[in-house]
């Protein structure tokens, strides 16, 4: 499976970025799908997912209310609609799949996209 991102770039504090991750090479159909990201000189953290029917979601508490996810499964696309950015909200953004029932845990994931970058100006 591999993981593409897109849609990241330079967003004003308040303003809205909508990432996208499609998955190629395999359905991700049966598979959790989630977004972690890694701020400079901080690790990795995990940012929000979704289990394989899109009927369960998980959000960290410094996204919830301000974030969504939502996935395509016909299109193997996942999203994360980024809302009220701050700029503690710049990071590099990773989609990640898994088949663990763990799904807000690194190590619930099977497959990892390379990263896109979101930098919020204050």
């Known amino acids: 499976v591999r993981l593409t991102e897109s849609g990241g770039g330079l967003a004003q504090a308040g303003g809205s970025l909508r990432l996208s991750c499609v998955a190629s090479?395999?359905?991700?159909?049966?598979?959790?799908l989630a977004w972690f990201r890694q701020a400079p000189g901080k690790e990795r953290e995990f940012v929000a997912s979704?289990?394989?029917?899109?009927?369960?979601?998980y959000f960290a508490d410094s996204v919830r209310g301000r974030f969504a996810i939502s996935r395509d499964t016909g299109k193997n696309t996942l999203y994360l609609q980024m809302n009220t950015l701050k700029a503690e909200d710049t990071a590099v953004y990773y989609c990640?799949?898994?088949?663990?029932?763990?799904?807000?845990?690194?190590?619930?994931?099977?497959?990892w996209g390379k990263g896109i970058r979101v930098t919020v100006s204050s």
């Open positions: 990640a799949a898994g088949r663990s029932p763990v799904v807000t845990l690194e190590y619930g994931m099977d497959y």
């Open positions: 090479g395999h359905t991700v159909a049966s598979y959790a």
């Open positions: 979704t289990d394989w029917s899109g009927g369960s979601k």
